[in-house]
């Protein structure tokens, strides 16, 4: 019962706070238009140049561009942001500064998008549909204060679309598209159709409905696909096929200050898994029958959101978010017969599930003078399920299969300020206090500064503190066999980062019609006791643990520039990211390296508009050079480190789209992957000790070079 007095204590006190400032604000609404406005981390809407944080903004056009329906599609082009693509299991994960998933949140409209291991983090990218979204706001950096648990190195949230400019608007697309080079139109390549209708009921109410199958058909190379019968390890698919379909529905009321909003949307997943073992049944007089023991992993996502924002006693700005989201993924076994189409001896079991409910709310617009303001909030999180994908189940220390799910709750309260001591300098220092029902109660700090000089340079600096907490897996996971001991840890502690960031951006624009933007920037994280799945025994069988064993450095220097001139734009990056780690293995006297490791990369992009033809030309290139990282290794049960290499490799994609008949009908054509990139080479270097021989695999990042053909018809009218 702690956690709630001390949850009930602290709202209690927002809520006087509010009461108490409600006498001295003004309305911080203005009717004018911002040229390019985010909401990610703000008070309020407002334009990038006012932001204290880092914005990165990635616009409607690149999503068209690059005919993405996913955010694999898209993030595979930008700084500082891997995409972990696996085809064994069909999904695609980000990293970002060599820190993965876990450690980066994404968010819908503000709200943690739920997934089968964690609220915001974990997210399979292939699971987020692009159709509904106006853009996307990224920030680099810890935004702890504003974002709460696992926001360490960075959040990205879609801005989904809310309004229509016409009474209807009904837009439909096809997209096909071949995988490297298969391609057929109901079982090779990849198929995609979507539908949206949005309507203006009145001036105050809007609705909008939609739907999108995604079907793709599996990446065959050098496999035989699911009707094979020989056995030869050439039955299935080198990348697994998956078929997607979401829908989703939006009811929303505006009227002078107040707003509101429902949200829904249902995904549905189902990814094959063809075993390469045939098992031949005889069948005398007759021919034999073949079958296979196959599974099918099936996930579903309700994803429910209530938003209410504007006035509050006339004066303080409010916005208040409520939402449920479950997803859960089932595992289908099946014996499959070959020849005769059937699949028999069915089981299905749930091996992954979560359900939250969570609540976020903020008021703000406190003060009359504008030079000052403070933002109060709170979030709350309500968390059950479990999750063992490595383990593939749950077992208690007798083998048994056992039922362990867990509750997570945590009830925040948070606070930022904004001073503006003149037009050129502003300030924003931040707290988060959280309340935690598993964990001791953590806190997050933040201070951001923003300096406008002459001719537009802007400067930026912030320094933050922020926590990761463990998830499922790494707290609850047991299993232990014959051949296995992996296990979880109710014990650990959640992680603590630091992180300082620097910048400095210069925007031109010339009479000719030519405008620059220059960008520079430096940061530097910590993060401390980083939970590692570590080996604590080789002998008599090997164990492994998740435990608070790692340290974390990165320092990391980015450039971006941006020209455009008339209907021709190019962008330019370049970012060089130095990691260290270190883990002591104690029991098994072994230490890792702690260099400092060094990573490269470079993106660019250039658009060019034929306003004349209704044409738009583009094209993206991303070179990620070697990258490297220390890797725990035993020799004749004697436990090291040893440096892995992953090879360098470039991604390219381009497009051409053109509109016709006064822009209602739009074709859009162009290549994925240009540079054909599939297996990128990995390898362990041998140490000093001769028994150590080098050691090389290959990462699947890619099925090859793809082409696309994107069909669109849109119908706007009053």
């Known amino acids: 019962m702690q956690i709630y007095t001390k949850a009930f204590l602290s709202f209690s006190l927002l809520v006087g706070v509010s009461a108490l400032s409600q006498e001295t604000h003004k309305d911080s609404l203005k009717n004018n238009k911002l040229e390019e406005v985010v909401v990610t981390g703000q008070f309020e809407p407002q334009s990038i140049k006012k932001s204290v944080s880092n914005v990165r903004v990635i616009t409607k ?66 699971q987020v549909n692009l159709d509904d979204i106006e853009r996307i706001e990224i920030i680099e950096g810890s935004m702890g204060v504003t974002h709460g648990a696992n926001a360490v190195s960075g959040i990205l949230n879609i801005i989904t679309k809310k309004f229509t400019h016409t009474k209807w608007e009904i837009a439909a697309n096809v997209q096909e598209e071949t995988v490297g080079k298969e391609f057929a139109f109901f079982d090779k390549g990849r198929h995609i159709q979507s539908f949206k209708v949005s309507h203006s009921i009145s001036e105050n109410w809007f609705v909008s409905v939609g739907a999108n199958r995604n079907d793709f058909a599996g990446f065959f190379d050098d496999k035989k696909g699911k009707d094979y019968t020989e056995n030869d390890d050439k039955r299935g698919y080198r990348w697994l096929p998956k078929q997607q379909f979401v829908t989703n529905a939006m009811l929303g009321y505006t009227k002078d200050r107040f707003s509101i909003f429902y949200k829904f949307d249902y995904f549905n997943e189902n990814v094959d898994y063809y075993n390469p073992i045939v098992v031949p049944v005889p069948n005398y007089p007759f021919e034999s029958t073949y079958f296979s023991s196959d599974r099918r992993y099936v996930t579903n996502r309700f994803y429910h959101h209530l938003n209410s924002n504007g006035h509050l006693f006339t004066k303080l700005l409010y916005n208040v978010s409520l939402s449920f989201q479950k997803q859960q993924r089932d595992i289908e076994r099946f014996n499959y017969y070959i020849l005769s189409d059937e699949e028999r001896n069915y089981e299905k079991n749930n091996f992954q599930s979560k359900e939250v409910i969570y609540s976020t709310g903020t008021v703000s617009n406190f003060f009359t003078n504008k030079m000052f303001d403070v933002q109060l909030g709170y979030e709350l999180v309500n968390e059950k399920g479990f999750a063992s994908a490595a383990s593939g189940t749950f077992r208690d220390e007798n083998l048994q299969l056992v039922d362990i799910s867990k509750r997570l709750e945590n009830y925040d309260i948070f606070t930022s300020a904004e001073i503006n001591l003149n037009d050129k300098l502003s ?13 001791e109660d953590q806190y997050a700090t933040s201070l951001g500064f923003r300096y406008l000089l002459k ?14 907490t463990p998830n499922f897996d790494e707290l609850y996971t047991y299993f232990v066999d014959s051949n296995h001991n992996l296990q979880g840890n109710a014990a650990l502690t959640p992680e603590e980062s630091f992180s300082y960031e620097v910048s400095a951006k210069k925007t031109s624009h010339f009479d000719s019609g030519l405008s620059l933007s220059n960008n520079v920037s430096a940061s530097y994280q910590e993060v401390n006791d980083r939970i590692s799945l570590i080996m604590t025994q080789i002998v008599p069988t090997m164990e492994y643990k998740y435990m608070n064993i790692d340290k974390y450095k990165m320092w990391n220097i980015s450039t971006t520039h941006q020209l455009a001139y008339k209907n021709f734009s190019l962008k330019l990056g370049a970012s060089l990211v130095g990691i ?31 306003p004349k033809w209704n044409t738009m030309f583009s094209i993206y290139y991303k070179y990620n050079g070697k990258y490297q990282q220390y890797v725990q290794s035993t020799v004749n049960t004697v436990a090291s480190f040893e440096l892995s290499e992953v090879d360098s490799y470039g991604w390219m994609d381009a497009s051409v789209r053109k509109t016709f008949f006064k822009n209602k009908f739009e074709v ?18 041998g140490g000093g000790n001769s028994a150590h021989a080098a050691a090389s695999s290959a990462l699947q990042l890619g099925y090859g070079r793809s082409y696309f053909l994107k069909f669109t018809y849109n119908l706007n009218f009053n």
Do not use: C, H, W
Not at 62 to 83: E, G, W
Not at 580 to 589: P, V
Not at 668 to 685: E, F, K, P, Y
């Open 427 to 439: 300030i924003r220092p931040g707290f988060r206090y959280s309340m935690q029902s598993q964990f």
């Open 61 to 126: 056009q690149d999503i068209k561009n690059l005919a993405a329906n996913n955010l694999s599609d898209v993030l595979n082009q930008y700084l500082n942001i891997t995409v972990q693509n696996s085809g064994s299991d069909g999904r695609s994960k980000v990293s970002m500064f060599g820190l993965d998933s876990q450690y980066f949140k994404i968010l819908v409209d503000n709200i943690p998008l739920v997934s089968d291991t964690g609220l915001g983090n974990n997210i399979d990218l292939t």
């Open 668 to 685: 859009t054509a162009g290549a994925r992957n240009i540079l054909n990139v599939t297996d990128v080479q990995s390898s362990i270097s």
């Open 455 to 468: 001719k537009n340079i802007e400067l930026r600096a912030s320094i933050g503190k922020s926590y990761r």
């Open 580 to 610: 260290s780690q270190k883990i002591d293995l104690a029991s098994l006297n072994a230490v890792s390296d702690d260099a400092f490791l060094y990573s490269l990369q470079l993106n660019s992009s250039a658009t060019y508009n034929i």
